[in-house]
């Protein structure tokens, strides 16, 4: 039996991410979704919407069809 892994290269916030730390935020995200791990990828508002910025994801966990990253950004592009 199969399961859906969806594979990303950059994080789709859609405005839902938690602040953990100054620097550091959460995002649960629904079904399976692996992401590069200690590399910087790009964080966008939306997928088609401007970079704001950069971050790195420390933590990926996969549970009852959600994913939740922690990730720390490294590069601000804006603040809206």
Avoid: C, H
Avoid at 9 to 30: A, W, Y
Avoid at 56 to 76: A, G
């Amino acid at each position: 039996m199969g399961m859906p892994v969806e594979f990303n290269t950059m994080i789709v916030t859609k405005g839902k991410e938690q602040r953990i730390t100054e620097n550091t935020f959460q995002l649960t995200k629904d079904g399976f979704r692996i992401y590069p791990i200690d590399i910087p990828i790009e964080v966008r508002k939306t997928k088609t919407g401007e970079v704001t910025g950069e971050a790195i994801v420390e933590k990926l966990q996969l549970s009852e069809n959600q994913t939740m990253i922690t990730y720390k950004l490294i590069n601000l592009n804006s603040t809206n």
